[in-house]
């Protein structure tokens, strides 16, 4: 009953109405005043921000932040593909003829996560990755490879929670959200980067001007406050390392494994 309950109220709340009042106050003047609590609450590494506290105008400014120069460490080297966000590991595995098995207890096909793109058959038998963004986390994005970007998609949808509570107890949460979706050629393979918004997300936004040829953790995009990153990479193409499993806490630009096409 307690379940039930919790979904049908997570199901009339995740409207996108809702994130976009919540996404106005916090871009607002007043939410200004909440930037040092919110930082306290979550425990945020303030010192590893590119400003000082008083120097962000709202509580979107602050959640956006850009990092100081060498607060993250990227892998140089080429046949790396490092982690596009700081986040917790919430799945990881080979897909199997098209399903992402046993993320939290559910199963996902590549055909929904993408959109029914016709890039999907290329995905079938590759890896995936689910990133979880936190409050606590730095929310940029950023390119997990030094490639060209081939194609971007925007996939309109709901917002529901994609924390513990979401990924368990909502259906298929990864393929119903709104979703960005980056495919970008290194080698002679692809990695699809599927940015998927959530409840409280008043967007997901690309970093301007848009770029064709960029280099590994270029910035990308950004999420205005909490939600996930789902990594596919081709069929044949990567090779995760050893340690690499659900429940693993990774920074941006460290190696989630090595390309091997």
């Given at each position: 009953m307690t379940k039930w309950l919790l979904r049908s109220m997570t199901e009339l709340s995740s409207r996108k109405w809702i994130s976009r009042i919540t996404g106005r106050f916090a871009q607002s003047p007043a939410s200004r005043r909440f930037i040092p609590k919110f930082a306290r609450m979550?425990?945020?590494?303030?010192?590893?921000a590119e400003k000082q506290l008083?120097?962000?105008?709202?509580?979107?400014?602050f959640f956006?932040?850009?990092?100081?120069?060498?607060?993250?460490?990227?892998?140089q080297d080429s046949a790396a593909l490092v982690s596009p966000v700081d986040a917790l590991i919430t799945g990881c595995g080979p897909i199997e003829q098209g399903t992402i098995l046993n993320v939290k207890g559910q199963d996902y096909t590549i055909e929904e996560l993408l959109n029914r793109s016709p890039r999907m058959e290329n995905y079938k038998n590759g890896y995936y990755m689910v990133l979880y963004l936190s409050p606590t986390d730095y929310h940029r994005i950023?390119?997990?490879?030094?490639?060209?970007?081939?194609?971007r998609e925007h996939v309109l949808g709901k917002v529901y929670p994609v924390n513990e509570f979401g990924l368990r107890h909502m259906r298929r949460v990864l393929s119903r959200n709104e979703r960005l979706i980056t495919y970008m050629r290194h080698a002679n393979a692809e990695t699809a980067i599927v940015k998927v918004g959530a409840m409280n997300v008043s967007s997901i936004k690309y970093v301007l001007p848009l770029r064709e040829k960029m280099d590994k953790g270029?910035?990308?995009a950004y999420f205005e406050f909490g939600s996930t990153v789902v990594?596919?990479?081709e069929d044949d193409s990567f090779l995760?390392?050893?340690d690499l499993k659900t429940g693993l806490k990774v920074r941006m630009?460290?190696?989630l494994g090595t390309l091997t096409s």
């Open positions: 979550y425990g945020i590494a303030i010192e590893e008083h120097e962000y105008s709202t509580l979107n400014e956006t932040r850009r990092l100081k120069t060498g607060a993250r460490v990227i892998d950023h390119t997990p490879i030094a490639g060209t970007v081939v194609e270029d910035d990308l990594l596919l990479t995760p390392r050893p630009g460290e190696r």
